[in-house]
């Protein structure tokens, strides 16, 4: 039980890691890297003692008779079709949950002042550096220094390298802003 208890925790602990820190072009691929790796292994927790618990049933041994190897691979899949499944819902979950937060420090006190456009900057996030995710940086100055942070090329790919964009942040977390 203590593992069921353990995996749920680190599902959790992948979704807070998501929604509080996403929006943060500095932290992205740290992000993406460790979620993706703690809600596998979280789910691993929860699987193996859930199997176990069903040792005795007919399922389990339809799923695991060696003479039936290709449900076995079957339900291999399914588990890894779960597995795909899960992460997408916590990751857009806490995706939204990460929209809230934004909008709700971009309520209180804010900041405006000029960007100025970076150019495009791919970030990679798996170890073998197949997948990337490309962003639009830019670079603002705050009380705390420079920040450079990122937004989505599909809806910001007009702008030009150099070019001055107005944006709005929040004076508690300069890493949150928006686009005016």
Known sequence: MKRIYF???????AFL????FVHNLDYWVAVKWW?????????????FPVMEKFKTTYIYQILFTPKKWYISVLSLLAFI????????VIEKTAISTNKAIQAYY???KV???RARVVGIVNLRFTL?????QPFMAIEYITPDG??????????FAHLKNGQLIDIVYSRDHPSIFKVE
């Open 7 to 13: 995996g749920v925790f680190l599902l959790l602990f």
């Open 17 to 20: 890691l998501i929604a509080l």
């Open 35 to 47: 979620s993706l790796n703690t809600v596998t292994i979280g789910s691993l927790c929860i699987f």
């Open 81 to 88: 079709l779960s597995l795909t499944i899960l992460y997408m």
């Open 106 to 108: 971009l309520k209180g």
């Open 111 to 113: 900041q405006g002042t």
């Open 128 to 132: 073998k550096s197949t997948y990337h």
């Open 146 to 155: 420079v920040l450079r942070q990122g937004l989505d090329i599909k809806q």
